[in-house]
């Protein structure tokens, strides 16, 4: 299967900031993913769109079909960090990381297939929000005061 590939590399952003941008277009049309990117305001979706165009290029030089594109894979890996120093009190200094990044994105032809987040693992599972009235907790609350208060009257009485 052909593929079609560019790399951005030597970014001056953080990974992280653009390995968010980066999930939400994972395994989508290439058009989809431009509409999105166009509509976030952040650096690093400009930052993934022009890679992004850099890959369609490559892809129409291989006469690859644009409507069939597909992002198969966009990966995001740490570049080299310049390291810096910010004057603090006492003569003491922190150090200062300007992280940089690589951005890899791969095209391939297919068929669209929605991409689902993997379930988390262990059984874990949110709680389930209960509705109650104001009455029914009041209640609720009478009755474990009371349970308390009856629980205290039978120690007193073994007490005597």
Do not use: C, W
């Not at 968010?20 to 690093?44: E, F, G, N, S």
């Not at 290029?57 to 069939?68: F, L, Q, V």
């Not at 390291?83 to 068929?111: C, Q």
């Not at 389930?128 to 009856?150: A, C, F, P, W």
């Amino acid at each position: 299967m052909t593929e079609a590939r560019a790399v951005a590399r030597y970014l001056r952003i953080g990974p992280r900031k653009v390995r968010l941008v980066a999930d939400t277009i994972r395994k989508q049309p290439v058009d989809h993913a431009l509409v999105q990117l166009m509509h976030r305001p952040m650096k690093a979706a400009r930052l993934i769109t022009n890679v992004l165009n850099s890959a369609i290029a490559n892809a129409a030089g291989k006469k690859m079909d644009r409507a069939r594109l597909i992002i198969s894979e966009i990966k995001v890996d740490g570049g080299p960090s310049m390291k810096r120093y910010l004057p603090r009190a006492m003569g003491r200094a922190d150090r200062i990381l300007k992280r940089s990044s690589h951005i890899t994105v791969v095209l391939r032809e297919g068929a669209f297939v929605p991409f689902t987040p993997a379930k988390p693992l262990g059984k874990y599972e949110p709680a389930k929000k209960v509705k109650m009235s104001r009455t029914k907790l009041q209640s609720e609350k009478e009755k474990t005061e009371g349970s308390k208060k009856e629980g205290s009257k039978k120690l007193a009485k073994t007490a005597v």
